[in-house]
Structure formats: C-alpha cells, structure tokens
C-alpha cells in the first residue's frame, strides 16, 4: 500500500484539508474508489476504512493481481466530517454539485477537477455517495443512463438490485456522471445510512466491492457469489407521495412486497395523534425506498415502490 | 390582488403560502401582455425584497399607466427568507436546482412545479437575485447562451451595467430561468449587490429599468428614464481572479471601477505574521464587475471577475 496526498487545500486556521490516496498493486490502472464527499457521509468513510484494511490485507497475502491498481480515496472533505458539517466549511458548496470542475476555480471545483482527472485514469470509477431524501432503501448499484452505461457489469456487484437512473439536471454535476462522460464505467454504491455507522450495511458494501474486483480480474478473493441483481429503471421505480402532512407513521419496512390498497403509512395529527390520512399503495410491488424523517409533507415522495411487473 | 400560487400544509401546526400580487388595468382587454417578477428563490438574498416592494408602490401611485398584467413573485422560498437560509430548510438543497419541478418528489420540487405552472403563459419574466454573501455584483442580467436570441433584446432595457451571456448557475439547466425559456417565458436573471444586504442604489437603478422594460413590452405608459447601454460579455472577454494563498483579502479598489492591466486589485495578507501573501492584479483592461466582499479566504476562492473592455 502506498499513500500519496493528490491535493491539500490550504485555509489560515486549521491545518490543510488533506486528500489521500490508498494505492494497492502495481500497474494499469484498473479501479478507483471514492468515499465520503460530504463532511456527514460517516458511513461512506467507514466502508471505504474498511475496504482499506481488507485490500492491505489481500495485498500482503499477494492476492492482489500482478499488474493492477487500485486506488481508495476515503475522503475529500476531512475538515467538515471534523465538525459534522455536510457541505464545504468556508463556502457551504456541495463537492458533488461541481463536477467536472476547474483547476483554476473555487476551492471545490478545484477539488472536483483533481479527484475527476485522477479517478478517470482507471477503468472502474466506484462511488459511495449519500441519497438527497432522508431514508433507508434497499442496498443497490446505481449508474446514469447516459448511453454508455453498461448495466451487465453492474450486475457483477451481486447487491440485489441495479437501478439505470435518467440524470436530471443536479445529477450532471456528480463525479460519476462525469466519469461515464469520460468513458469511464462509473458506479454508485448506495447503502442506506449516512450519518450513522451501520455495520452488516458497510459489510455488504465492502464484500460487493470485493466481489466485482475479483469478478474483473483485479484481485483474487474468495466470497459467497451474492445475488442475482435485479434491473431496474426509472419506470420500475414510482414515487409514493403522502396525501397529507403531519406525523409519518410507517406500516411497513423496505423489501416488503405489499399489494395494491395495502396501507403503507398513516399520517398522524401532530397534536392529538389522530389519523389524519393513509398512504396506500398504488399497485402491487416492493418497497425499494422509506422515508425515515419523524414527519411527512404532502404531495412529497414517502416511498419508492418497485412495480411488479405481471407476465 | 394578492393571490396564494402554492399551498403546503406543513406538519406541525402552519401552512406554507407562496403569493404574489397581481397588479392588472382597471379596464382588461384579454390580450394584455404579461410581466413575472421573481425574487427570494435563494432566502439569503434581500435586494429582490425591497424592489419587489418599490415596484408595486410606483404601479400603485399610477395605476392610470398599466396596460398590462404584472405579476409580483417576492419570495419563492418564504421559509428560507424568514431564517436567513440561502438553501430549502427541508432538504438543504438550492431550490434554483429543482426546476420544473414535479409532483410527488420532494416538497422542494412540488413548490418548483406550482410556480412554473403558475408562470406559464407570461410573455417575460425577470427572476431577481442579490448573489451571495461572498461576493458583491454590480448589477447585472444573466442568460445562458441558449436563450440569448430570445431575451436580449428585453434585458437591454433593465438599465444594467452589463449582461452576461454565461451557463452560469442562476440559468443552467434545474433554474427556474432555464425552465421558464423551456416553455416559451422570456426569462433572464438579475445579480445585484450582495446577499443579506439591501444597495437602494442598484435597486432603484433595477426599477427603473423593470419600467423601461414594462413600456417595450406595452404594460407602462407612464414615464420612464432613458435606459444605458449595457456591455455584453461572455466568456471570452471576462477574467476571473482566483487567489493562490489563504488570509484576509484587502481590497485596493473600489467595486464597479475600471482598471488598466496591472492595476492593484488587492492583497491577501497573513493575520499571525503580518505578512502580505499574495498581491493581486488585473490583467487586462476592465470592468471590477464582481468583487470578494467576505474578507477571509481560502487557496482558489474567488477574489474578482473583469470584464474585458
Ligand atoms: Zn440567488
């Protein structure tokens, strides 16, 4: 394993914010991985600690194939996971938002720049970013269906479901997108949790990630051959917006198949606890995504339902 | 009138209502040509406040000389506008991304698609902003370089200093503006001042020329000043200044002046040594149309952007 700073960024009174690179085997570039972007994505730093001591360990045991690398970025933004601040401290702009980025720009769209031009000399681009809605969801492999994504390699990961997502306009500035614009093959690994550490979560993130390394030829590492993902698209996946808001009382967990007219949720008065409305699910399907906020908007998304296809 | 476009019931207790006032000719034909005024998308910025407010005063004392519908949008983000938050305060994301909009996302993008919904059918609409609170901005209209055929010709009359023809955030795609020229609404932004602070100087200049651009498109016959030339600029003829040190920044200048290539813009110096670090110059001829007014700064923050001329 070899550690190299690839940028520190400088600020007059702290220490400079510092990123690293992880460097195991040597040769073609075969796959980055990049973890927290965000000052709150502990869980993300996490995953990518423990992918660190586990791929020092392959190393050691020579297992790492002769003539690949790969590269582990834990973090990019140290100084805000230091005071559990989301975004950039001195300017509050989201790393993720700033992709492709300018060498000569702001501070973090200098630090988009470096971490693009880095990560894009590798084959695999793998990313554990955070989701924009409060909630647990059902572990997956997320790519953008940009035309050059390629959804059979996601499906090497063995989580139990690949989502292809239409990028809308944010989506454009993320590392990823920008790596498939490069040519890259470029994958989200959500796991469900971001400010809280989950540990069997970060396991499967960590074993999925091994797992399409050694798929890949890039390491040799035995593991159970995980799932048989599943495909999804933007249509297989509906939103569920509550009808009303108040207190968000879920009746159901993610990856629970419920039937058309089941009741999903109650919303409750936030004052003398009466039912105010249901959610009810629209179909037939699994529930993929759940809002885990104590409070539900109306007309807002409570629940992704993966709609079950009928033959 | 003052009408409700957006209605939220919060959870707890409190209804969230995006109005607008609609001000119309006593005596309506049915084709009168219609004006959105936008501001308080980003709940930091101020500017828009007080010419959403002098606006409506002004149409108020002369009622006799509108000829058509203005439409008064002060504050898209009205939680954020009460805390002082830039961002929605229920997710933290910047609204100016969420355009159209849809129904049953998130409540930012429910709010986005009740406005566009609301707006469409206007001829023109200007979505006022005060920039951020790093940096001042003399006034100016910002359009993206797809839009320019249809909307430069209006924003010539909103008296600015400059238009800037740039896919910057305010007018990329997910801005309100971008969504807005998706379906036929002549939309432009304005930047002026700095947020969390109100410059009556560059508001009354901006009123003055919402009037100049209300009698172009026949909504105001009363009178209005004879609106100056603004420079348009892109890309190619802007310098952007970036510092390479961290510090404070001095400034040796004042914002809005012309410059002669090499002139001092400013310093960034060492608080714990006393030192000057970095000394700044231009390095071209121009226009100090953005200048650094939070004075602490980091390696690459944003110091200055000249226009060439
Ligand atoms: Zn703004």
Redesign the interface.
Same mark, same amino acid.
């Given at each position: 394993m070899t550690v190299e700073e690839i940028m520190s960024?400088?600020?007059?009174y702290r220490e400079d914010n510092q990123i690293k690179a992880f460097r195991f085997g040597r040769g073609r570039k075969s796959a980055a991985i990049v973890g927290a972007m965000r000052g709150n994505e502990y869980q993300q730093l996490y995953i990518c600690s423990l992918l660190i001591h586990t791929l020092e360990r392959i190393e050691e045991r020579g297992a790492i194939v002769a003539g690949k690398e790969i590269m582990v970025i834990p973090s990019l933004n140290a100084h805000s996971a230091n005071i559990g601040k989301?975004y950039w401290g001195?300017?509050?702009s989201d790393i993720n938002?700033q992709f492709p980025g300018n060498e000569?720009?702001?501070?973090t769209?200098?630090i988009a720049a470096k971490v693009l031009s880095v990560a894009s000399e590798y084959s695999y681009g793998i990313q554990f970013p955070s989701f924009?809605?409060e909630g647990e969801f059902i572990p997956h492999v997320r790519m953008f269906a940009t035309g050059k994504e390629n959804s059979s390699l996601a499906t090497q990961f063995g989580m139990p479901y690949v989502v292809i997502a239409k990028p809308?306009?944010?989506d454009?500035s993320t590392l990823n997108y920008n790596l498939q614009m490069n040519g890259r093959n470029a994958f989200s690994i959500y796991t469900s949790t971001t400010v809280n550490i989950d540990e069997a979560l970060a396991g499967q993130a960590v074993s999925a990630v091994l797992r399409f390394l050694t798929r890949m030829g890039i390491i040799r590492y035995q593991l159970h051959p995980g799932y048989i993902a599943t495909v999804l698209g933007d249509k297989e996946l509906v939103?569920?917006?509550s009808p009303?808001?108040?207190?968000l009382h879920k009746c159901c967990h993610i990856n629970q198949e419920v039937e058309r007219g089941d009741i999903l949720a109650e919303i409750l008065n936030?004052?003398d606890g009466s039912v105010i409305s249901d959610i009810i699910a629209p179909f037939d399907g699994i529930i993929f995504f759940a809002n885990t906020e104590p409070?539900?908007?109306?007309?807002?998304?409570v629940f992704k339902l993966i709609k079950k296809l009928h033959a | 009138m003052i009408e409700t476009v957006v209605k939220?019931?919060?959870?707890?207790?409190e209804t969230l209502r995006i109005k607008k006032n609609r001000l119309t000719p006593d005596v309506m034909h049915g084709n009168e040509p219609r004006l959105a005024i936008v501001s308080g998308i980003h709940g930091d910025e101020v500017g828009g406040q007080y010419i959403c407010y002098e606006l409506i005063r002004r149409i108020k004392q002369d009622y006799a000389s509108l000829k058509g519908i203005v439409d008064v949008y002060p504050a898209i983000n009205p939680v954020g506008l009460d805390i002082a938050k830039?961002e929605s305060p229920?997710?933290?994301?910047d609204m100016n991304?969420c355009f159209p909009g849809s129904? $049953?996302?998130?409540?930012d993008?429910?709010i986005a698609s009740q406005v566009v919904k609301d707006m469409e059918g206007a001829n023109v609409c200007v979505d006022v902003h005060s920039s951020?609170i790093?940096l001042k901005e003399l006034p100016q209209v910002r359009m993206n370089d797809r839009d320019v055929d249809k909307v430069l010709s209006y924003a010539y009359c909103l008296n600015t200093d400059l238009i800037w023809v740039h896919p910057s955030n305010t007018v990329?795609? $997910?801005s309100l503006s971008?969504a807005l020229n998706n379906i036929g609404v002549k939309t432009m932004v304005i930047e002026a001042g700095v947020a969390l602070k109100i410059y009556h100087d560059y508001c009354n200049k901006l009123i003055d020329g919402i009037f100049c651009l209300m009698k172009n498109m026949g909504i105001w016959s009363g009178e209005t000043i004879s609106f100056k030339q603004a420079l348009v600029v892109t890309d190619s003829n802007i310098a952007?200044i970036?510092c390479e040190?961290?510090?404070?920044f001095v400034a040796e200048l004042e914002h809005g002046t012309k410059v002669n290539k090499g002139d001092v813009i400013g310093r960034i110096v060492?608080?714990?040594t006393g030192a000057v670090e970095e000394v700044l110059t231009s390095p071209c001829d121009g226009l100090v149309f953005s200048l650094r007014e939070y004075p602490?700064v980091?390696? $690459?923050?944003?110091i200055a952007r000249i226009a060439k001329c």
């Open positions: 960024v400088s600020t007059d989301k001195k300017d509050n938002r000569q720009g702001e501070p769209s200098r924009y809605l809308r306009a944010f454009m939103n569920v917006k009303a808001s108040g207190v936030p004052y409070l539900a908007f109306e007309n807002s998304a | 939220v019931k919060l959870p707890v207790d830039r229920f997710t933290d994301v991304t129904e $049953g996302g998130s409540i993008e429910y951020s790093y990329k795609e $997910g971008y952007y970036n040190t961290s510090g404070i060492k608080v714990i602490l980091e390696e $690459g923050s944003l």
